[in-house]
């Protein structure tokens, strides 16, 4: 059968569906289906064109330092958080030098009462916080599912059984501490007509998992995850509430402390923060300049933070771009096709791989490309 033609295909109704997918559904929002499953970061894998080797930069950067990715709306700052988070959690437990955990924060989700000043926004923004590292580390710890990981984590503790069901039952009970804190400040913030939480959000499959991990290092023999249940939760809760002993969690320095804990625990190098849409908080400056107050508060070896920001649209205030943030990726100097003939070429080649992944990913025929599309590259420039 020989070549086929773009007029071979135009009269396919299915091949108009797949071209609409292919090319209408480019959203920067893809982080809100992430909590639940990771069919979207697969087709960011598939999809992507890492231009510069940005996103090899940002995750290897992430590992032990923080900086800041600048970019106008569009340029891709989500998409390049959201694949180094991925790089860098699937290799958390199985990395040889660095174990790393990383937490994505899209603060376009945190909400504030109407007026707050910085100690209230303090205990507003340590609520939020608790909310997405129960949920995140719930993800890192379910990585206990695969034998291998198992393995490779019991290697750490040199085979020692006991230490290693030790440290996993304090990281799920750990997790289970933090939403609870995050349950318990965000209902007292429901009083002030706002919340960060959505109150279905529960735990589920603790049981499930909890076995799987008992089956793959060993542990059928062992009381392993009896102090990690829902009526431990309930108990953490209660104790939580008495004399509203939460409040204690919710300081920076509290904050701080809790992070370190969980990197002892999981035998962790560093944690880092990705912290997403700077801009939306921009219409209020005083919840940027909170912000970067508590984040400088609590940044410190080896705990690192990177920030998205679209250049104009407010500050950093008392984050220093060099300083407290080391690195600088700019994305809006990624693709500047009148810059010189070299650039020129990155972006044709760049959006030609563009067209051809995503072409790949949703038609799944090798044969619908660029060269089929157009008749020539002057066409394809135009």
Request: with cysteine; charged share 25%; aromatic share 12%.
């Given at each position: 059968?020989?070549?086929?033609?773009?007029?071979?295909?135009?009269?396919?109704?299915?091949?108009?569906?797949?071209?609409?997918?292919?090319?209408?559904?480019?959203?920067?929002?893809?982080?809100l289906s992430l909590d639940v499953d990771n069919k979207k970061i697969d087709e960011l894998i598939?999809?992507?064109?890492?231009?510069?080797?940005?996103?090899?930069?940002?995750?290897?950067?992430?590992?032990?330092s923080s900086g800041v990715i600048s970019g106008l709306r569009g340029t891709g700052k989500t998409h390049l958080m959201l694949l180094a988070r991925h790089n860098i959690n699937k290799n958390c437990f199985t990395g040889n030098n660095h174990r790393?955990?990383?937490?994505y924060l899209n603060v376009k989700r945190f909400s504030l009462p109407e007026n707050f000043n910085q100690e209230l926004f303090n205990r507003a923004f340590s609520v939020f916080?608790?909310?997405?590292?129960?949920?995140?580390?719930?993800?890192?710890?379910?990585?206990?599912?695969s034998k291998n990981v198992c393995l490779k984590f019991l290697s750490v503790f040199n085979g020692d059984l006991k230490k290693t069901k030790t440290s996993i039952e304090k990281a799920i009970k750990k997790l289970i501490e933090f939403r609870e804190i995050a349950k318990i400040g965000d209902s007292q913030f429901r009083s002030l007509s706002t919340g960060t939480m959505d109150e279905t959000t529960e735990f589920?499959?603790?049981?499930?998992?909890?076995?799987?991990?008992?089956?793959?290092?060993?542990?059928?023999?062992?009381?392993?995850?009896?102090?990690?249940?829902?009526?431990?939760?309930?108990?953490i809760g209660e104790?939580?509430?008495?004399?509203?002993?939460?409040?204690?969690?919710?300081?920076m320095s509290s904050i701080h402390e809790e992070l370190i804990s969980i990197l002892k625990i999981l035998h962790l190098t560093g944690i880092t923060f990705y912290v997403d849409e700077w801009e939306k908080i921009s219409y209020n400056p005083n919840i940027q300049k909170f912000l970067s107050f508590y984040i400088d508060r609590i940044l410190d070896d080896p705990i690192y933070f990177w920030i998205s920001v679209v250049p104009y649209r407010g500050?950093?205030?008392?984050?220093?771009?060099g300083a407290d943030l080391q690195h600088f990726?700019?994305?809006?100097?990624n693709l500047i096709y009148e810059n010189s003939s070299r650039d020129r070429d990155i972006c044709i080649n760049y959006f030609k791989e563009f067209v051809n992944k995503r072409l790949l990913y949703y038609l799944n025929n090798s044969e619908i490309s660029v060269d089929l599309l157009f008749n020539n590259n002057h066409n394809f420039e135009s």
């Open positions: 059968m020989g070549k086929h033609l773009l007029k071979d295909y135009i009269e396919d109704q299915n091949f108009v569906h797949q071209m609409d997918l292919a090319f209408t559904d480019l959203r920067a929002d893809y982080e598939a999809t992507h064109v890492d231009v510069k080797n940005q996103l090899s930069n940002l995750s290897t950067y992430s590992l032990s790393v955990f990383c937490v916080l608790y909310n997405e590292l129960s949920k995140q580390l719930l993800s890192l710890v379910e990585q206990f599912k589920h499959g603790l049981d499930e998992l909890i076995a799987t991990i008992k089956t793959n290092i060993g542990f059928s023999d062992t009381d392993f995850g009896s102090e990690c249940n829902y009526r431990v939760a309930k108990e104790r939580l509430t008495q004399n509203n002993t939460y409040l204690q969690y919710l300081s500050g950093l205030f008392y984050l220093d771009n990726i700019s994305l809006d100097e």
